[in-house]
């Protein structure tokens, strides 16, 4: 449908005040629309187990001047996108991206920013397909107890409520025109409101927020819309690690969990300046000044100065990191390489023997793994040296599968599996990074998942939601996880 048909046809079927909030794809070059929740990508007009990444549903990736081309694994025929790739145009997939189903989603897909939608907690709410009634409203959310009330975390998720505020979610714009007049994202009259629920303390994603009949809702990114006064907002943290180079080197102290004295030297002994490194703050070590010891303890010299004087740390208060002289054993000389350390709860980024990047990070709140132990059920994240697997800009992790799922972490943003279920990814609901927090997963800050993200292979390119390695990919980076 050209675009000057779709937008009329978008006025008679809404009126012109949809026309603001329902995008028609503009004229330029034709894309390929996804349907489907992963309309996957091939390196060649041939279905294969292995796929080069996919585009997400509601999301639409430019089309390359070739001819589409039949192939096997396809019902219609695979068409060439771009930057390279080709994909299968059957139902999950479309050249036309005006239908109500595809305009709803793109409100719903990620954007492009740090934090790709935004995040809340729930207190168990309605998940609903349409904006409910009075009596609907009240039946659903009965069993939920009193609005904006917060019942406590279960012990294994008390760590998720960190970032949790206990604030009413802001209204970002008017009411979607799939909304409108008892409408969905997918239909204009369903008959039945709920969709599902979402659990409590499970986390939900959304990229609009509205007010409706005195009530506020979130959109969500999987097209339902959900009461805000059942949730909890995140705020972002605003942790980040160090850029490594001519400015900045090795070796580094953190100071992890909390504020740690800074002191000067007083004679043979050393004494507090009276201020601190704040928790998570770091600081670059003179590695030429030998250490001292005074009264039991070891102090290391900063290059930070307090007028003449030098500032010191004490060795048992930091978290210090070193450059390593030459890559760990399975690692191949000259490659990109990522080292967590469980232990430190540091995480390093290396070019060959270049340090690049350091921060902290957290490992599973079950600490080193024990040989013999599942680090599943243990919480422990797997020693040994691996590769990045997959790569996705925002997956939802749960450790069960269909509708009625118990618990979830909705688009959990920058997330690169390296031995699945074990994933580096952003952590939107605590900023203890550097302390045991995940189920063995390790958890850095937004803005250290989204470095980390764009540095290592195989890239994702533009429009992608998500790349494997493979094919023109090559070899995903090495993730190394020491004690």
Avoid at 168 to 188: I, K, R, T
Avoid at 337 to 349: E, K, M, P, V
Avoid at 401 to 422: C, H, L, S
Wanted: a positive charge; one cysteine or more.
């Amino acid at each position: 449908m050209a675009p000057r048909v779709a937008l009329v046809a978008l006025v008679l079927a809404h009126g012109a005040s949809a026309l603001a909030d329902a995008p028609v794809p503009a004229a330029g070059p034709a894309r390929l629309w996804s349907r489907g929740q992963t309309t996957w990508i091939y390196e060649q007009p041939r279905a294969t187990k292995n796929a080069l990444g996919y585009v997400r549903l509601g999301q639409s990736v430019e089309l390359r001047a070739e001819a589409p081309v039949k192939g096997p694994g396809c019902s219609g025929a695979y068409h060439a996108v771009q930057p390279y790739g080709w994909v299968c145009l059957d139902r999950r997939a479309s050249l036309d991206g005006t239908g109500r189903w595809l305009r709803a989603m793109s409100h719903a897909a990620p954007r492009a920013a740090l934090m790709p939608f935004e995040f809340a907690l729930s207190n168990g709410a309605p998940m609903y397909r349409r904006l409910p009634t009075r009596a609907e409203v009240e039946r659903e959310t009965a069993s939920f107890g009193k609005a904006g009330s917060f019942k406590p975390q279960s012990w294994g998720n008390r760590g998720h409520e960190r970032l949790a505020e206990a604030k009413v979610v802001d209204a970002s714009g008017a009411l979607p025109w799939f909304f409108q007049n008892g409408g969905s994202a997918g239909e204009e009259k369903p008959l039945e409101a709920l969709r599902r629920q979402i659990p409590h303390g499970s986390m939900l994603a959304y990229s609009a927020s509205f007010d409706h009949e005195g009530r506020r809702y979130v959109l969500s990114a999987d097209g339902t819309v959900v009461p805000a006064d059942r949730l909890r907002p995140f705020r972002v943290s605003e942790f980040r690690g160090v850029e490594l180079g001519q400015s900045t080197k090795l070796p580094i102290a953190f100071f992890r969990a909390k504020a740690r004295a800074k002191y000067r030297r007083a004679g043979e002994a050393f004494e507090p300046t009276g201020q601190s490194f704040a928790a998570r703050a770091w600081v670059e070590l003179d590695d030429a000044a030998p250490a001292a010891e005074s009264g039991g303890k070891r102090y290391l010299a900063t290059r930070e100065k307090s007028g003449s004087d030098t500032i010191w740390v004490r060795e048992d208060e930091a978290t210090v990191i070193r450059e390593r002289t030459a890559p760990p054993i399975g690692v191949a000389a000259g490659s990109k390489w990522l080292i967590h350390s469980i232990t430190q709860g540091t995480l390093i980024a290396y070019e060959g023997t270049r340090a690049v990047f350091a921060t902290l990070a957290s490992p599973g709140a079950g600490g080193v793994p024990i040989k013999g132990k599942d680090p599943v059920k243990m919480s422990t994240t797997p020693l040994g040296v691996y590769r990045i697997t997959f790569k996705h800009r925002a997956t939802t992790m749960s450790p069960e599968y269909g509708e009625n799922r118990k618990f979830w972490i909705a688009d959990v943003p920058y997330t690169q599996y390296f031995n699945a279920p074990f994933a580096l990814h952003t952590a939107y609901w605590h900023e203890d990074f550097g302390e045991p927090m995940s189920a063995g997963c390790v958890n850095v800050s937004p803005r250290d998942g989204k470095w980390l993200f764009d540095w290592t292979s195989p890239g994702v390119p533009e429009g992608w939601g998500g790349a494997g390695p493979g094919g023109r990919h090559g070899a995903g980076t090495y993730v190394v996880i020491a004690r």
